[in-house]
Nanobody
């Protein structure tokens, strides 16, 4: 059982930056993948960025070049540095972890980018 807690959501102006962090606890061994998804009202949940235990990354096309995902295996944390934020980035962001075949989700943190 993995518990995920997110930090760092908030309100930022267009073009600004925000950093999200997620701390994992519980059954933290053998977490294969961690990352971030987001969901705006009325929209499907979409992948933002993921990072494997080995450090390989994948990003949504819409955030490539603006967002950077990183993880600290020793601290069991995953971070998302968001730069050049746009109103389209406004959503609830959810931390994600895959441990074996099981998925875990954080409670979500609101990111609002003012226009």
């Amino acid at each position: 059982q993995v518990q995920l807690v997110e930090f760092g959501g908030g309100l930022v102006q267009t073009g600004g930056s925000l950093r999200l962090s997620c701390a994992a606890s519980g059954s933290i061994f053998w977490i294969n993948m961690m990352g971030w998804y987001r969901q705006a009202p009325g929209n499907q949940r979409e992948l933002v960025a993921v990072i494997s235990s080995g450090g390989s990354t994948n990003y949504a096309d819409s955030v490539k070049g603006r967002f950077t995902i990183s993880r600290d295996n020793a601290k069991n944390t995953v971070n998302l540095q968001m730069n050049s934020l746009k109103p389209e980035d406004t959503a609830v962001y959810y931390c994600y972890a895959k441990r074996g075949s099981s998925d875990s989700w954080g409670q979500g943190t609101q990111v609002t980018v003012s226009s």
